[in-house]
């Protein structure tokens, strides 16, 4: 019996021993593990070279797996509401074109019968001593900043209507050619400022994008030509018709540039006013087709402007056809083809019914005229 309880009493102390190493080791183990867990990667299991497989764990159903998702199926964006607004647009652009010729004329003809009676009441009460000694009244800085106006002044006169048409469009040019420059309105310039058929924002883009320029050369390129073509064509339009059809075909091109893009499945941004210039460009050379140009650098190389149309539609429809990305072939000839039809039969479709329009426009100006002054005559008639 004294045998007996020695030996369980040893192996009782044994058992304790072994637990509490055990204890220890895990607690050890555990600590290393929060201790290095985060800062070394786990190990990776050896491969050898050649065909060997691993054996994995399968996996619980309704676990992720490891291959890769599919690809995201991109829809071809619809054009209904694009079109809608190029509808909209074109026939609100030349509404307001007719109805600004109108206040346009009527302006002019109330500033002459001004001007005439400020002439002859300034002929008849004063003379030119007087002016003479106003003139000497006034610093230098004064006579300065008069003279500098008057030659701003003359130079603007001596512009055609045209040129001063175009010159308040480049401006507008070279101003979002300014704010493409500052980084903080760079996303604002991308979602407003470029035509793209798989963007969010695709209606408003369409007009504004035709005033948007990245590039100092591209803006360059496309004012020139306007700059040179603007006397014709507003001497051929007048200057509100001009403005409908450039503001038209900036609009018409654009859309006939997602049309195009949608087709092909090629989703990506433009802007210029490539579209709105090859309209003013095409409808000139349609009405001028014998009219002679040069190119600037090789003055001695002449062309009609019958055959420069013809070559630059053909360039277009080849780089159309042939999947060039260096300019939007699609909206130069949606653009060129909208000037071609527009001088040949848009301008009796269009402009010269206006007159319904003009007439209703005078009604509702002549009758509020006179519903205010009734109002403001009526308390006296009481």
């Not at 087709?289 to 080849?318: H, Q, R, Y």
Request: aromatic share 12%.
């Amino acid at each position: 019996m004294a045998w007996k309880g020695c030996v369980v009493k040893w192996a009782k102390a044994e058992f304790i021993k072994r637990t509490d190493s055990i204890s220890r080791s895990s607690r050890i183990n555990y600590y290393n593990q929060q201790r290095c867990g985060f800062c070394q990667e786990a190990k990776k299991p050896k491969t050898r070279k050649g065909n060997v497989t691993q054996q994995t764990k399968p996996s619980p159903p309704g676990a992720g797996t490891t291959d890769p998702p599919p690809p995201p199926i991109l829809r071809r964006p619809t054009l209904f509401r694009p079109l809608m607004f190029t509808v909209g647009f074109t026939g609100c652009s030349f509404g307001a074109a007719a109805i600004l010729q109108y206040e346009t004329l009527k302006s002019r003809v109330r500033t002459a019968k001004d001007g005439e009676e400020l002439e002859k009441l300034v002929l008849g009460s004063q003379d030119m001593a007087y002016w003479h000694d106003w003139w000497n009244q006034l610093s230098g800085f004064q006579r300065q900043l008069i003279l500098l106006v008057s030659k701003v002044d003359d130079f603007w006169n001596s512009l055609t209507e045209g040129q001063r048409t175009a010159t308040g469009i480049i401006a507008i040019n070279a101003a979002i050619l300014c704010c493409w420059r500052i980084p903080s309105m760079q996303r604002t310039m991308v979602k407003y400022f470029t035509s793209n058929p798989a963007s969010k924002t695709r209606c408003l883009p369409m007009i504004l994008s035709c005033f948007s320029h990245y590039s100092i050369f591209h803006m360059l390129a496309n004012m020139y030509v306007l700059w040179m073509f603007s006397s014709g064509i507003v001497s051929l339009l007048g200057r509100e018709q001009f403005l409908a059809v450039y503001l038209s075909a900036g609009v018409i091109s654009t859309m006939v540039s997602y049309v195009s893009k949608a087709a092909t499945g090629q989703f990506y941004p433009s802007l210029g006013a490539s579209g709105a210039v090859m309209a003013v460009l095409a409808a000139v050379c349609t009405k001028a087709p014998e009219a002679e140009f040069g190119i600037i650098f090789l003055p001695m190389v002449t062309f009609s402007a019958g055959n420069a149309l013809k070559a630059l539609v053909a360039i277009d429809t080849a780089g159309l056809m042939l999947g060039w990305r260096f300019f939007d072939h699609a909206a130069h000839l949606g653009g060129a083809l909208f000037g071609i039809w527009y001088v040949t039969y848009g301008h009796k479709l269009i402009w010269t019914k206006r007159e319904p329009l003009v007439k209703l426009w005078h009604d509702a100006r002549s009758s509020g005229s006179r519903g205010s002054g009734s109002d403001s005559g009526g308390p006296g008639h009481q």
